[in-house]
């Protein structure tokens, strides 16, 4: 039998096509149409749009400003100009934010401040920068001598810097210069007096007088607006230069604005982690809500009360037989019968009506309630049934799921606690949070992730303490001396003698 050969069917000759956004016809030869549609076209063109309209706008709300008086203030934060009291109040309110960061802090300041000169120890290959501590009487005494001059102990400063660092990666310090610097002649005066700390809350970049027709930019913000943001008067405010390195000695006072820098962001600082965990902190934070909500509005006891049908009918009858007495004024007057009320205001015998007998339903499930365990709103609630043909009171478990609702909260929880604490690149090893799954009981896994922590605080170190190594270059030109934070790494217990080990060797 030959094979057959099949037919082949010509490709369609298009004529014209006609489009309307993702819509279009087709006109064939032969006076043939045909519709189409590209699917997801328009809803791939919204996305499109609404992430580059997005973008755009977080632009435009990062580059906003504000006028206080003959200032322009470039605003901190998506508009509101209240990112660091926005930062604290989501940090403050959970439960594990405040003890990491003051973690980190402790871990920054380390054994405290000291002075160091740089030196290259080694040779060729092998040689490397060492910090070599060095005792100077003359700078050791000037910083001793802050607070002889009004200002806060040095350490404190420090302190409260590093504070600020770890919430908003921003420090802000106020130069207090010695007047007689400037009178001819005086030549054995310190130029600075001190740094005063500035909370960086209440400090923003401005420029005078600002002529807006672009972009602010950082190099353009001469001065610093320090005051209250919250209640933002001219009245609130003080206006001061700001910090100039190349000529630091410009003006009577000034205030210097040192900040981590953020990836295409030009005037401040932002913290990294807080955007991307913003909404994993604020679900931690309402856990407890949760919690405590439930606890106070769920049903505290679960139960289906089935009252029998003869109980009523018996009840019933025994409120009509008072009823019956009261009209005919045979006996003493009932007024009321097991919180059911009787008589009217004036003491005259009521009609029967099934509210009576309600009233004395609930009265008797009052009693019952009473029982139960509980203080919510909801504490003591039932409900509750009619039954017929069985004698007796009867109370059966009410169907719940509080315990699959509580494991959902608690298990949302530690997720949430192990994305924050994975976030801030601090390992629960040393943070001493324990989490399900991270936690690690070695020994070896403290030391050595506190090791690659201390390695990382490099920068940290470096703008916590640049205005006071500045101080220091403008009193002390002729020394090579810097400012640093003695972070000891402890040996291990192995490589260690008895009489070395952290236990024999702590001064308290």
Not at 77 to 92: D, K, R, T
Not at 482 to 505: F, H, V
């Amino acid at each position: 039998m030959k094979n057959k050969k099949k037919k082949l069917m010509s490709a369609p000759v298009v004529e014209k096509v006609e489009r309307y956004g993702n819509r279009g016809i087709v006109e064939l030869k032969g006076n043939r149409t045909v519709s189409f549609e590209v699917a997801g076209g328009r809803e791939l063109n919204e996305i499109d749009g609404n992430q580059y309209r997005n973008l755009y706008r977080q632009y435009v709300q990062d580059n906003r400003s504000m006028q206080l008086g003959d200032y322009q203030v470039a605003l901190w934060g998506s508009g509101h100009n209240l990112y660091p009291q926005e930062v604290y109040a989501m940090i403050s309110d959970n439960k594990l934010l405040p003890e990491i960061l003051s973690k980190q802090s402790e871990f920054l300041y380390g054994r405290g401040p000291y002075l160091y000169q740089e030196e290259i120890v080694g040779e060729g290959k092998d040689a490397r920068k060492m910090r070599v501590p060095v005792y100077d009487k003359e700078v050791q005494d000037w910083l001793d001598g802050w607070e002889k001059a009004g200002l806060d102990d040095y350490r404190v400063y420090l302190k409260d810097q590093i504070v600020d660092y770890y919430h908003v990666k921003t420090c802000v310090s106020q130069y207090r210069f010695n007047r007689s610097r400037r009178i001819p002649g005086v030549t054995n005066v310190l130029p600075v007096i001190g740094l005063e700390y500035v909370g960086a809350d209440r400090a923003r970049l401005c420029s005078y007088k600002a002529q807006h027709v672009r972009a602010l930019r950082d190099k353009e913000l001469t001065h610093v607006a320090i005051g209250d943001w919250l209640n933002p008067s001219m009245g609130n405010f003080e206006v001061f230069p700001r910090f100039i390195p190349s000529d630091p000695l410009r003006f009577p006072t000034c205030v210097s604005m040192v900040k981590d820098k953020t990836f295409s962001k030009d005037i401040y600082a932002y913290n990294e982690w807080f955007n991307g965990l913003r909404e994993w902190i604020k679900g931690s934070n309402l856990t407890p809500r949760y919690i405590n909500s439930y606890l106070k509005n769920a049903l505290n006891a679960f139960l289906h009360v089935e009252i029998p049908a003869a109980w009523i009918s018996t009840e019933e009858r025994k409120i009509q037989s008072f009823l019956a007495s009261n009209y005919s004024g045979a006996g003493n007057i009932v007024a009321s019968y097991e919180g059911v009320t009787l008589v009217d205001e004036q003491n005259n015998a009521l009609d029967y009506s099934d509210a009576m007998m309600d009233q004395r339903i609930a009265h008797e499930l009052r009693k019952i309630t009473t029982l139960l365990s509980g203080e919510g709103t909801n504490q003591g609630k039932l409900w509750a049934s009619t039954r017929y043909g069985e004698e007796g009171w009867k109370f059966n478990d009410f169907p719940g799921k509080f315990k699959e609702y509580f494991d959902s909260v608690i298990s949302y929880d530690k997720r949430a606690d192990q994305v924050v604490i994975a976030g801030l690149g601090i390992s629960s090893s040393i943070s001493n949070v324990e989490n399900d799954g991270v936690l690690s009981k070695s020994g070896s896994d403290v030391y050595y992730n506190f090791l690659v922590y201390q390695l990382a605080l490099t920068i940290p170190e470096f703008i916590v303490t640049r205005d006071i190594n500045r101080a220091i270059r403008i009193n002390f030109p002729n020394k090579q001396l810097k400012l640093g934070l003695q972070m000891d790494i402890p040996a291990r217990q192995a490589e260690t003698t008895p009489s070395d080990r952290m236990s024999n060797t702590t001064n308290r």
